[in-house]
């Protein structure tokens, strides 16, 4: 990375003695067995996978070893069971790019060995922009006697029916479902309840030219598509057989995916071995709807 993108400062560890704390889960200990020593601060905290994703590019940030990260220090800190965390976090390439773009230059820098360090941030800063009432797309095509789910009025032709922010698709609110992981509700809001429900959660801010997504259909099928695109970078890898080595192909999987791969035979050819990886990832990812897209690959 280059000199020009941050500085070192002071305060990382002030700061990090605020953080929320949880204790370390067995699945983030497959990564954080590279840290000097275990870390359950919500800087390194990760439920259920112990996955944590680039906020740009969706990148896996915890793979073993674990990838350098940044993540924001002047974002409100909310705690880790909270679904409306919008801090940043980065990877090296995302951070240093001059369009990967935030109003805040504290961030936390995580290296591969576990070390914290805040650094200032010295490219992409813009400056700071706020949601309003026309950013809320309107749904049309609903009943007369609908209403808004917050409010509870009806719906009128000045204060019609809206989708989250970003919404192109005319989703209702986003409920979370244990099997199938978020479902469309089928509930609307007015623009003027979305608008206080978001300032009132401070997610109501973004930077640059693009609106960010606030439809929670919309970014857990975003999602989906991250994991679908990691796991299969794990097919293609024993399709083309990485490396033109057996163990270096394992060792791959066990870097990249976390997966155990002790109980693997050796030399399996590539239909049993991909079927090795689906069981290995479902073991790991027991959550029905990451399941599906497993047995999908």
């Known amino acids: 990375m280059s000199a020009d993108v941050f500085r070192t400062v002071d305060g990382a560890e002030e700061w990090r003695q605020g953080l929320p704390q949880r204790a370390v889960t067995d699945n983030m200990l497959r990564w954080q067995k590279h840290y000097k020593m275990p870390c359950g601060a919500l800087c390194c905290f990760s439920p259920d996978c112990a996955c944590i994703r680039c906020s740009n590019c969706s990148m896996s940030l915890t793979t073993v070893p674990p990838k350098r990260r940044f993540q924001c220090m002047e974002c409100e800190v909310l705690p880790p069971e909270s679904t409306f965390d919008s801090r940043p ?48 797309p309107t749904r049309d095509g609903l009943e007369k006697e609908e209403a808004c789910g917050i409010c509870c009025m009806e719906f009128t032709s000045e204060d019609p029916a809206t989708c989250g922010v970003g919404c192109n698709f ?32 401070k997610t109501d801010k973004y930077c640059g030219s693009q609106l960010p997504v606030s439809c929670k259909v919309c970014l857990f099928q975003e999602d989906c598509r991250a994991w679908q695109k990691d796991f299969q970078r794990g097919m293609a890898a024993i399709n083309a057989g990485e490396a033109g080595c057996y163990q270096d192909l394992l060792l791959f999987l066990t870097q990249e995916f976390q997966i155990d791969v002790t109980g ?18 479902k073991q790991l990812h027991p959550q029905p709807w990451l399941q599906s897209l497993i047995d999908g690959l």
């Open 89 to 136: 976090e980065y990877c090296e390439c995302c951070f240093s790019s001059c369009d990967v773009l935030h109003w805040h230059r504290r961030f936390l820098l995580v290296d591969q060995d576990g070390e914290h360090v805040a650094v200032e941030r010295l490219c992409g800063i813009a400056d700071l922009s706020y949601i309003s009432l026309k950013d809320f």
């Open 264 to 281: 693997f035979p050796e030399d399996l050819c590539k239909e049993e071995l991909q079927s090795y990886f689906r069981s290995a990832l």
């Open 170 to 201: 005319g989703h209702g609110e986003g409920v979370a479902d244990a099997h199938r992981g978020v479902l469309d509700s089928g509930a609307f809001y007015h623009a003027e309840c979305r608008m206080s429900w978001m300032k009132s959660q």
